[in-house]
């Protein structure tokens, strides 16, 4: 547990000591999205121009003018729906992870429900989103070891042409490391699928309502677990990558197994504590946005701050705990 | 709609005929008559055929029994008809047409008429309006439409929804908010979205801003979430 609270905190230090990294992180982030954000801004106002219904979609949430606007809805547009408001957009996001439509579609199950085109716009996931969720995995892939790099000097501060150099150093490297991760991730989806299967029949044959929802949810908590341990494996690997200066991404892979085997309470700790810090920042940011009467250009701003808010924040954890991790390799690792 | 079940296409078409616009037909039909009236012709109907089997002319005819009219094309559109039903509605307002500079005066004498500077398109300048209201489905109802005014006035107006179209104009005046069907009595108009027009833009832009907005964030938490995966 010390060692656990010891190392990321040391983490968030370092990512406080840079803390231009998260900021340069969000605009990533942001610039991808303005992407397709910038094109839905345009046609919602096209389509609601002189209607009725943009005074209600002004100060709330018109569902009658939605559900005919999104039945004509083509491409990423469709994926606009009144089940993002609130904390709905985390629940629909493990949705499609969990269903194995990230990244790119790659792990998603092909029955005969989702060969047929589907009014649910979880599962109608548009090309264009999962596209852009791809490069977003290879430019985080790309910057992976120029982070790494930085977080590895103890003394903090960072130059852009450094950070650059070192994402281009190690990239090569750590895109193998993230392609071998995806190469387990696809193993798990894999034996994931009769799995639920099983699961899925036992939890339909059962007679309490109990054991059927402990069954489902079961099954999901599992495969967050198991994702979450192929994840471990592949940032260790990226930190030894780059700490130990290995050019090989499957024996960095190995090396990876063998310390998270070895300092498997402290690795898990790491990410337990990360997952409730997250937790606690959701249910602050929703406490407030609850709270946010959004209809005005003030408060439309005020909305735009906090939702930005919670993004910054998300990436300081991610970039905590890949900090914490390097720390922990720096003082357990051989 | 007026056909056996086992006639239908597929399961879908059987739901949408047999529940979903039978319901939204009568809904329609008690809105164009009124509550009391719909009231005695359902009672008239279950007490005259109750333990026996009815058919839609049976319905019908106690719809025209009851309400002493033919009810015939109401039944015509929407019971033996696959049309749609959408009623929209749009308003234009221009700025209003002056005589200006020498022109004849109503005695065929030439007369100046004061010409006004400044912007043609001034905003605070008198207005023309004219509201449109589109037949843009099949079926055929006659519509109510109010139409609001900037100096607060509130027109009715009605339409027995024939044509294709019917314009209406407001010389002088200018529409802030038009509205077709005000008291959705056409439960059977597939896109009531389309019945309601008002004069302000900036609402639009707002509400697009604000939900493109929050549905960037959604999009920017997705990407977040992929760098588990890699």
């Not at chain 1, 977080?151 to 490297?173: D, E, I, K, N, S």
Request: with cysteine; aromatic share 10%; net charge positive.
């Amino acid at each position: 547990m010390r060692a656990v609270l010891a190392t990321l905190g040391e983490g968030f230090r370092s990512v406080a000591r840079n803390w231009g990294l998260v900021v340069l992180l969000l605009a990533v982030n942001l610039g991808l999205a303005l992407l397709l954000a910038v094109p839905l801004t345009v046609q919602l106002e096209r389509d609601l121009a002189h209607r009725g219904a943009s005074v209600d979609m002004m100060y709330g949430f018109d569902h009658d003018w939605w559900s005919r606007w999104a039945e004509e809805q083509e491409g990423f547009a469709r994926t606009f729906g009144p089940d993002i408001l609130g904390t709905g957009f985390a629940f629909r996001n493990v949705d499609l992870l969990l269903r194995g439509h990230l990244p790119a579609g790659l792990f998603a199950r092909r029955t005969r429900a989702d060969d047929a085109p589907s009014d649910d716009p979880v599962v109608a996931i548009d090309p264009a989103v999962l596209a852009l969720g791809a490069l977003y995995l290879i430019a985080q892939a790309f910057l992976a070891g120029g982070l790494l790099g930085v977080f590895r000097t103890p003394q903090g501060g960072w130059t852009f042409r450094g950070l650059v150099h070192g994402c281009g150093f190690y990239f090569a490297r750590i895109l193998r490391v993230s392609l071998l991760a995806l190469f387990l991730a696809a193993l798990v989806f894999a034996l994931n699928a009769p799995l639920s299967r099983w699961l899925d029949e036992r939890a339909l044959a059962a007679v309490s309502e109990t054991t059927a929802l402990a069954l489902g949810f079961g099954r999901h908590a599992l495969l967050i677990l198991v994702l979450i341990l192929v994840h471990m494996l592949s940032s260790y690997a990226k930190v030894i990558v780059v700490r130990e200066e290995r050019q090989s991404a499957a024996l960095a892979l190995l090396s990876s197994l063998g310390f998270c085997a070895r300092h498997f309470f402290a690795a898990l700790g790491q990410y337990l504590a990360v997952i409730a810090l997250l937790v606690l920042l959701l249910k602050a940011w929703a406490g407030v946005d609850a709270r946010l009467s959004v209809s005005g250009w003030t408060s439309q701003l005020l909305a735009l701050a906090l939702l930005q808010l919670l993004v910054l924040g998300r990436i300081a954890l991610r970039l905590g705990l890949l900090a914490g991790q390097l720390e922990l390799n720096r003082t357990r690792g051989r | 709609m007026a056909r056996p079940g086992w006639a239908y296409r597929n399961r879908e078409s059987y739901w949408l005929n047999s529940y979903g616009k039978p319901a939204l037909t009568l809904q329609t039909l008690e809105g164009l008559l009124g509550d009391e009236t719909m009231t005695r012709i359902l009672r008239t109907y279950a007490r005259r055929f109750r333990f026996a089997h009815p058919t839609t002319e049976h319905f019908i005819a106690t719809v025209n029994e009851v309400t002493g009219q033919d009810w015939r094309w109401f039944f015509d559109e929407t019971f033996f008809s696959s049309g749609r039903c959408d009623y929209a509605i749009e308003a234009q307002n221009e700025r209003s047409r002056r005589i200006e500079g020498w022109a004849e005066g109503p005695d065929g004498r030439l007369v100046l008429h004061p010409v006004e500077g400044g912007d043609r398109d001034d905003e605070t300048g008198p207005r023309d309006s004219t509201v449109t209201v589109t037949r843009r489905g099949e079926v055929r109802m006659p519509v109510d439409i109010a139409v609001w005014f900037a100096d607060g006035r509130r027109v009715a107006e009605s339409w027995d929804g024939k044509d294709r179209w019917r314009r209406f104009r407001y010389p002088g005046a200018k529409v802030v908010r038009a509205v077709v069907d005000p008291r959705r009595r056409i439960a059977l108009d597939v896109d009531p979205a389309n019945n309601v027009w008002v004069e302000a833009e900036g609402a639009a832009r707002r509400a697009a801003t604000k939900w493109a907005a929050r549905w960037m964030f959604w999009l920017q938490n997705l990407l977040e979430l992929h760098t588990l995966l890699g």
